[in-house]
Structure formats: C-alpha cells, structure tokens
C-alpha cells in the first residue's frame, strides 16, 4: 500500500524522503542583491531541500526577493535590508553563505578587498553568533583566505565557535578545474574528479592535477600552464569584465553548489564530499582547503592531503607562507 501511495506521488512529480530526512532548511545569503548574490538566490530558490530563503543585502533586497517569490517552487522568499534586519534575516537558519562586500577591479589583488570587505565579515559574524551560532556558515567574500580566520575569532569570542561549522568557499577553483580538463580532455567537465587544495587566490590555489579523473596527461610545461591558469582564472574574468567586477555566474553555480552540498549532508546523505577552506591541522597552515565529507554537523570527515608529485609538494612549499601571512592578517584584524 505504501509503496503504491509513493508511486503515484512520484509520478505525480511529489518526491518523497525517508524517516529522519528533514528536508526543510533556512538559507539566508548576506549580500543577496549583488553579482553573485542574485543569481546564487535563484538557484536556491530552486534547492528542493530549502523551505526558507531569507535575502540579506544593504540594498535592493524587497524587489530581489518579491521577484524570486513568484517562482513556482516551495520555499517563501523574504528580503531584509540594512543593518537593523540583519538579525531576524539570520534567526533560525540552518546555513549562512555570504557574498558581501566588494569585487576586484583590474590591477587590484584579493588582499585588496581586505580594508573593507574585513569589516563586513566581522559584523555579520558577531549576529551570526547570536542569532544562528549553530548555522553552517560558508564565506565567499574575498580574501578568502583571511575571512574566514576573522570569522572564526570572532565567533571564538563569543563563545560560540565551532570548526566544523565555518567554510571558506573555494568550489570555484574546482568548478573551474573541472571545466579547463574537461575541454582540454574531450569529455564531459561534470565527469572529471579533480582536489584543489590549500586556499583561494594566486599561489595558494594547488589544482592536484596529478590526483585527476579521467587523468591529464601532458608534459611538465602543459601540467605548469594549466595550474597557472586555474591559479589565475579570477584574474582573466576581472580583465575580461574591465572594471564591472569579477566571477559572478561562475561564482554563483559553485555556491549553489557547495551549499547544495552542506545541505544534503545536513539532511543525512552520505558521500558527500567537497573540497573546502576550514580550520585544519594537515599542514602548517591553520586553515586549508582539503577534500571534506560533509555531515549533520559540517565537516564529517578531513580526508587530508591528497597524494602530491613533486612539483605539487613544491606548490604546497610555496602557498604556505602566503597562506599563513593571510590567516595572521585575520587574526589580527578580528583581535585589534
Ligand atoms: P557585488 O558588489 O556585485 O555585490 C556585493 C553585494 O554585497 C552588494 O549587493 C552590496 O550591497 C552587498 N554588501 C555590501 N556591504 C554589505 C554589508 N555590510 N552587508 C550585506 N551586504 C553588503 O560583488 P560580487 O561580485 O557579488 O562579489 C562579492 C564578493 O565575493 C567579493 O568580495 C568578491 O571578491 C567575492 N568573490 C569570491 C569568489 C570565491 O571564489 N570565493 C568568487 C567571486 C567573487
Ligand atoms: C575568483 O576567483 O573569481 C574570485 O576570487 C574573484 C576574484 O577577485 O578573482
């Protein structure tokens, strides 16, 4: 009887989910009417796993969010603006991704963006702790690599930290990777396995492009101009964009996709792995992009450094220092 009652849902385009799936998430994005924030908020809106899609932005948000509400899928979409409402756009959410803050222009570096986009993720940090300090919280504001060590400080001071819980989003570096071996292959880029490890800008970024699948087979100078140019890709969107901003689509399909990725585990799936920025103890580095599986809790599992050739071993000599030059800023900023 059961079985015929969830045939006829599934044929009549209901999906159906076992006992202790909760299916029924709050995702709130902070920055939402930006570049990336907008179309990361449509695909979203199109998660089957979200019920609630709560858009946070200083600006624009009423009209973003009154115009995704009227697309046909089950979540409720509801716009928060300014400061004053940044608290209730959090409470209850079960994920935070955030988008906030400025792009680069040509010439500029990550580090850049660091005087004001530290400041921005210092005070959505400090509602995060409390109004959802049990959210999974998945930064994408550059830099990276020292946003989310002052995420962590400050959620530390509040006493509310949780490593397990605070991602920095690098799924661009991979989603890139993927793409650059796939053409470069002649198959299919949704078919190529490939980690990028250690952190998100220049020489922090290490494709371990001896670990792909299907294999990139080339010699030593066609395996260097690869690397370099998943190192660089920010780089040729911010060229290519002439001075309107960086990777935004591009930007936005990964973190539907990383954020897809927190909720299926959130939901008891299993499998799901994903290559993220968070506190880690594989390296010398205080935090590093490894393969994570993802779970109930956030990081499940760090399954560590994959295997590195030679000249991968010296790429990971040289995003080291960088790396921990970056988390010291963080440190410091979020302490001062
Ligand atoms: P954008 O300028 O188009 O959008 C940023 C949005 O943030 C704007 O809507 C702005 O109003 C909002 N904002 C500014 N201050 C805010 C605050 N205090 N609270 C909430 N929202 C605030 O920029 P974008 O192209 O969407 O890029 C956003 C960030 O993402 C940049 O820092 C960029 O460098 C970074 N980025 C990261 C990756 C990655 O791989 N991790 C990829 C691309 C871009
Ligand atoms: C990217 O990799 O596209 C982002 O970090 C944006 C940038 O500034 O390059």
């Given at each position: 009887?059961?079985?015929?009652?969830?045939?006829?849902?599934?044929?009549?385009?209901?999906?159906?989910?076992?006992?202790?799936?909760?299916?029924?998430?709050?995702?709130?994005?902070?920055?939402?009417?930006?570049?990336?924030?907008?179309?990361?908020?449509?695909?979203?809106?199109?998660?089957?796993?979200?019920?609630?899609?709560?858009?946070?932005?200083?600006?624009?948000?009423?009209?973003?969010?009154?115009?995704?509400?009227?697309?046909?899928?089950?979540?409720?979409?509801?716009?928060?603006?300014?400061?004053?409402?940044?608290?209730?756009?959090?409470?209850?959410?079960?994920?935070?991704?955030?988008?906030?803050?400025?792009?680069?222009?040509?010439?500029?570096?990550?580090?850049?963006?660091?005087?004001?986009?530290?400041?921005?993720?210092?005070?959505?940090?400090?509602?995060?702790?409390?109004?959802?300090?049990?959210?999974?919280?998945?930064?994408?504001?550059?830099?990276?690599?020292?946003?989310?060590?002052?995420?962590?400080?400050?959620?530390?001071?509040?006493?509310?930290?949780?490593?397990?819980?605070?991602?920095?989003?690098?799924?661009?570096?991979?989603?890139?990777?993927?793409?650059?071996?796939?053409?470069?292959?002649?198959?299919?880029?949704?078919?190529?396995?490939?980690?990028?490890?250690?952190?998100?800008?220049?020489?922090?970024?290490?494709?371990?492009?001896?670990?792909?699948?299907p294999l990139f087979k080339g010699n030593q100078d066609t395996i260097e101009k690869l690397t370099v140019r998943i190192q660089?890709?920010?780089?040729?969107?911010?060229?290519?964009?002439?001075?309107?901003?960086?990777?935004?689509?591009?930007?936005?399909?990964?973190?539907?996709?990383?954020?897809?990725?927190?909720?299926?585990?959130?939901?008891?799936?299993?499998?799901?792995?994903?290559?993220?920025?968070?506190?880690?103890t594989v390296t010398e580095a205080t935090f590093f992009s490894t393969p994570l599986v993802l779970g109930k809790n956030g990081?499940?599992?760090?399954?560590?450094?994959?295997?590195?050739?030679?000249?991968?071993?010296?790429?990971?000599?040289?995003?080291?220092?960088?790396?921990?030059?970056?988390?010291?800023?963080?440190?410091?900023?979020?302490?001062?």
């Open positions: 009887m059961l079985k015929q009652v969830t045939k006829q849902l599934a044929l009549q385009g209901v999906r159906t989910f076992s006992v202790g799936q909760q299916n029924n998430y709050k995702v709130t994005v902070c920055g939402a009417a930006g570049g990336i924030g907008q179309p990361l908020s449509l695909l979203l809106k199109q998660n089957p796993l979200v019920t609630d899609l709560a858009l946070y932005d200083i600006v624009h948000t009423p009209g973003v969010a009154a115009d995704l509400s009227h697309i046909d899928t089950k979540s409720k979409t509801a716009g928060f603006i300014g400061a004053d409402q940044l608290g209730d756009s959090l409470k209850g959410s079960d994920v935070v991704v955030i988008p906030a803050g400025v792009p680069r222009k040509p010439g500029m570096t990550r580090d850049d963006l660091f005087n004001v986009n530290a400041g921005i993720i210092k005070d959505i940090s400090n509602s995060i702790a409390k109004n959802c300090p049990k959210a999974l919280v998945a930064i994408i504001t550059n830099p990276v690599n020292t946003c989310v060590p002052i995420a962590a400080e400050i959620l530390k001071k509040a006493g509310v930290y949780d490593p397990k819980r605070l991602f920095g989003v690098s799924t661009l570096d991979v989603v890139r990777a993927r793409a650059f071996i796939g053409h470069a292959l002649g198959v299919d880029p949704q078919t190529v396995q490939i980690p990028v490890i250690g952190g998100h800008s220049g020489v922090t970024i290490l494709p371990v492009l001896s670990q792909s699948q660089e890709a920010g780089t040729e969107v911010v060229k290519a964009k002439a001075g309107a901003g960086s990777a935004t689509l591009s930007m936005a399909y990964a973190g539907a996709r990383f954020a897809g990725s927190l909720l299926k585990g959130l939901n008891g799936e299993k499998d799901v792995i994903e290559c993220s920025y968070v506190q880690s990081v499940q599992e760090n399954l560590g450094l994959p295997k590195l050739n030679d000249y991968e071993k010296k790429l990971l000599e040289a995003a080291i220092p960088e790396l921990k030059k970056n988390i010291q800023k963080g440190i410091d900023f979020a302490n001062a």
